[in-house]
């Protein structure tokens, strides 16, 4: 299967702070790129999806100026917290497809937020 | 609404113990109903695709099948590294023209020697 890659894997920052996720697809050209939030024993949880060369389409509930979605090239998308509060802790997750119709998506390894 | 419901929650197995854990879903349009693996501190890992009702894939120790309104994971003859979470999702038609995965809490299996 495809391979995407996910960095940093486990990031610690201050209240106040902004953080940056990357997810790359490491073998495949990715058009459409997810990303979710997963709290300890739950399921992921969809934040949004983001398109190549266009803007991210949010979930409802997700707040558009608190995660900062870029995708500006077919193999590098990312997330970005901006002005981290405690409540952002938490497992963050990409996954990219082919096309945005493609069945098939291939996630990345995940980002552990703390924030202190 | 679209929804998809695992259970068990946790289930705990000897090893050799064969089971099955079970993924019922609600949507409108399935168009793929999904299997992952997921380690803890770990992105899911794929196992399987179904698409439609009767099918069925194998790999190793695992089978899936798929009826019309839900999907069964069969464990045989478990071993402990097959401990993780397994989760279910589905893919119900189009949603702003993008498919998205509707998730289940996943069911936490637990393989003891």
């Known amino acids: 299967g495809a391979v995407v890659s996910q960095h940093p894997s486990r990031v610690i920052c201050k209240s106040g702070t902004s953080v940056k996720i990357e997810c790359r697809s490491l073998d495949f050209q990715a058009t459409t790129m997810f990303w979710y939030r997963q709290f300890p024993k739950k399921s992921l949880m969809l934040m949004a999806t983001s398109n190549e060369g266009s803007k991210a389409t949010y979930e409802q509930g997700v707040e558009k100026d608190k995660f900062l979605i870029n995708h500006a090239s077919l193999t590098l998308s990312t997330l970005t917290v901006t002005s981290a509060h405690p409540e952002d802790s938490s497992f963050y997750i990409c996954s990219a497809t082919l096309t945005g119709w493609d069945t098939e998506a291939f996630f990345g390894q995940g980002t552990r937020l703390t924030v202190v | 609404e679209d929804q998809v419901t695992q259970s068990p929650e946790a289930l705990r197995l000897q090893e050799g113990e064969s089971s099955s854990l079970n993924c019922s879903y609600t949507v409108s349009g399935l168009r793929g109903l999904f299997w992952y693996r997921q380690d803890p501190g770990k992105g899911p890992e794929f196992l399987f695709t179904?698409?439609?009702a009767g099918e069925e894939k194998e790999k190793e120790r695992l089978k899936a099948t798929l009826t019309k309104k839900e999907s069964f994971l069969h464990i045989t003859a478990p071993k402990p590294e097959d401990s993780a979470t397994y989760l279910c999702a589905v893919q119900a038609g189009f949603s702003g023209g993008y498919n998205k995965l509707i998730f289940g809490a996943g069911t936490r299996l637990a393989v003891h020697p």
């Open positions: 179904l698409y439609s």
